[in-house]
Nanobody, 124 residues
Framework: QVQLVESGGGSVQAGGSLRLSCAASGYTYSSYLMAWFRQAPGKEREGVAAIYTGGGRTLYADSVKGRFTISQDNAKNTLYLQMNSLKPEDSAMYYC?????????????????WGQGTQVTVTS
């Protein structure tokens, strides 16, 4: 009953910025932690950032720490990912995930609801 819809992807040059949005609807009370994942061709889906929706505590992959910021707007039930200083290796399909099982946040198998993804392409 939870629907996640990502938006904001596009093509940018290295060093540029993008802000991704994830609009959630349904019974989101079960999603005490939400996350952004990404998947490039030929690679496994990897966790990028996560946020505890009740308190705002955040978690980041080392590869994006200091460049990406995850945030939320509780009133709008929307999750954001601000991406700065983008690199070609950031190119991937980015997904919003919800309904965390309670294991490792960066493990895609720990989430039960997924959006359709939004494409991010960083050119050099």
């Amino acid at each position: 009953q939870v629907q996640l819809v990502e938006s904001g992807g596009g093509s940018v040059q290295a060093g540029g910025s993008l802000r991704l949005s994830c609009a959630a609807s349904g019974y989101t009370y079960s999603s005490y932690l939400m996350a952004w994942f990404r998947q490039a061709p030929g690679k496994e889906r990897e966790g990028v950032a996560a946020i505890y929706t009740g308190g705002g505590r955040t978690l980041y992959a080392d590869s994006v720490k200091g460049r990406f910021t995850i945030s939320q707007d509780n009133a709008k039930n929307t999750l954001y990912l601000q991406m700065n200083s983008l690199k070609p290796e950031d190119s991937a399909m980015y997904y919003c995930a919800a309904d965390f099982n309670g294991g490792n946040w960066y493990d895609a198998g720990e989430f039960n609801y997924w959006g359709q993804g939004t494409q991010v392409t960083v050119t050099s």
